[in-house]
């Protein structure tokens, strides 16, 4: 079996083209020189077009690209009452901002957020689509803390919230569900407890089970993660090569260990850089992979989500994507 291909969620919104300019049709949607049914139409016609562009890039797995999210703490905001969106902050180390959280009053799941855009996306495309919600431990930091209150006291608040919104999926149809957490680290001191509330919030579902890390030196972690049960670990193998150059090897050996039972989705393709990765080595840094488990429990993606690039060097890093696959 070939090793399939997939992203992790966002995608670029605007074209350079200028055919579609979503942010463009918020902002006069904002000042109420668009309708909602002019928004709306604004914002399916970019999900398709990013549909349509991984169909012909010949990924196996899809996403909508998140397109109707503003920032990835945002969907928990709209499924949720009692959680307000405040200030901007820097999101990591990338030139995009999210807006804190803030809760006021009590907080409680009200009905899900992403069920009816998987719908929508699966009606759109003839491939299988992906859900990505963020993580627990993602969104206890994203949280602006009130007196009494800390990270980990927040946690199975927003792990209770999540289960409901994967039962919600789960029912709604959605066959995979991922959840990121770019927090984790070996050096995070919540990685253990955000690995049991994972673990809490996929309990008994069916579908096949995500989580993605990324941004760190997930080399270090892998012990750790190897303790979630789910089907499917998206690992960042990129962003912390610079500093650990045995970063590669080092996961391969895990993986051959066999610490780790389950699928690896490989996200050698750097989401953060214009830079085209070269297809020969590319295949050659997979070879290290295939050589440690078989190509059926593997996938090649992006490192993170894409909405980073510019859209025209999101489009060629999918297309690379099929094609350091093919006979890997």
């Given at each position: 079996?070939?090793?399939?291909?997939t992203?992790?969620?966002?995608?670029?919104?605007?074209t350079?083209?200028?055919?579609?300019?979503?942010?463009?049709?918020?902002?006069?949607?904002?000042?109420?020189?668009?309708n909602?049914?002019?928004?709306?139409?604004?914002?399916?016609?970019?999900i398709?077009?990013?549909?349509?562009e991984?169909?012909?890039?010949?990924?196996?797995l899809?996403?909508?690209?998140?397109?109707?999210?503003e920032?990835?703490?945002?969907?928990?905001?709209?499924?949720?009452?009692?959680?307000?969106?405040?200030a901007?902050?820097?999101?990591?180390d990338?030139?995009?901002?999210?807006?804190?959280?803030?809760?006021?009053?009590?907080?409680?799941?009200?009905?899900?957020?992403?069920?009816?855009?998987?719908?929508?996306?699966s009606?759109?495309?003839?491939?299988?689509v992906?859900?990505?919600?963020?993580?627990?431990?993602l969104?206890?930091?994203?949280?602006?803390?009130?007196?009494?209150?800390?990270?980990?006291?927040?946690?199975?608040?927003?792990?209770?919230?999540?289960?409901?919104?994967?039962?919600?999926?789960e029912?709604?149809?959605?066959?995979?569900?991922?959840?990121?957490?770019?927090?984790?680290?070996?050096?995070?001191?919540?990685?253990?407890?955000?690995?049991?509330?994972?673990?809490?919030?996929?309990?008994?579902?069916?579908?096949?089970?995500?989580?993605?890390?990324y941004?760190?030196?997930?080399?270090?972690?892998l012990p750790a993660?190897?303790?979630?049960?789910?089907?499917?670990?998206?690992?960042?193998?990129?962003?912390?090569?610079?500093?650990?150059?045995?970063?590669?090897?080092?996961?391969?050996?895990?993986?051959?260990?066999?610490?780790w039972?389950?699928?690896?989705?490989?996200?050698?393709?750097?989401?953060?850089?214009?830079?085209?990765?070269?297809?020969v080595?590319?295949?050659?840094?997979?070879?290290?992979?295939?050589?440690?488990?078989?190509?059926?429990?593997?996938?090649?993606s992006?490192?993170?989500?894409?909405?980073?690039?510019p859209?025209?060097?999101?489009?060629?890093k999918?297309?690379?994507?099929?094609?350091?696959?093919?006979?890997?």
């Open positions: 079996m070939a090793i399939r291909t992203v992790v969620g966002s995608f670029p919104k605007v350079e083209t200028g055919s579609d300019n979503l942010p463009g049709t918020i902002d006069k949607w904002q000042k109420q020189a668009v909602d049914a002019g928004l709306q139409q604004e914002i399916e016609k970019v398709r077009r990013i549909l349509k991984q169909e012909e890039a010949g990924l196996d899809v996403t909508d690209g998140q397109v109707r999210w920032d990835l703490p945002h969907l928990i905001a709209r499924s949720s009452t009692g959680i307000q969106r405040g901007l902050r820097r999101f990591f990338n030139n995009v901002y999210y807006r804190r959280l803030e809760m006021a009053g009590g907080v409680s799941w009200q009905k899900s957020a992403a069920a009816d855009e998987v719908r929508f996306a009606a759109a495309t003839k491939k299988p992906k859900a990505a919600l963020p993580g627990p431990l969104l206890a930091y994203a949280t602006e803390l009130k007196p009494g209150q800390t990270v980990e006291s927040l946690i199975p608040l927003y792990a209770d919230l999540l289960r409901q919104e994967v039962q919600a999926l029912k709604a149809g959605v066959k995979e569900i991922q959840i990121d957490e770019p927090n984790l680290s070996a050096s995070e001191p919540l990685t253990a407890k955000t690995v049991e509330a994972i673990n809490k919030i996929f309990d008994g579902v069916k579908a096949r089970r995500w989580v993605a890390v941004f760190q030196d997930v080399s270090a972690v993660l190897a303790k979630l049960q789910v089907e499917v670990l998206g690992l960042d193998l990129v962003s912390a090569r610079e500093k650990n150059p045995n970063l590669l090897s080092k996961v391969a050996d895990f993986l051959k260990s066999g610490a039972k389950g699928e690896v989705a490989l996200g050698l393709v750097d989401a953060r850089n214009t830079k085209l990765e070269d297809v080595r590319l295949k050659q840094e997979i070879a290290q992979f295939t050589e440690a488990v078989s190509a059926d429990k593997l996938w090649l992006p490192n993170c989500g894409l909405e980073f690039l859209h025209e060097a999101a489009v060629k999918i297309k690379l994507l099929r094609e350091a696959a093919a006979g890997a």
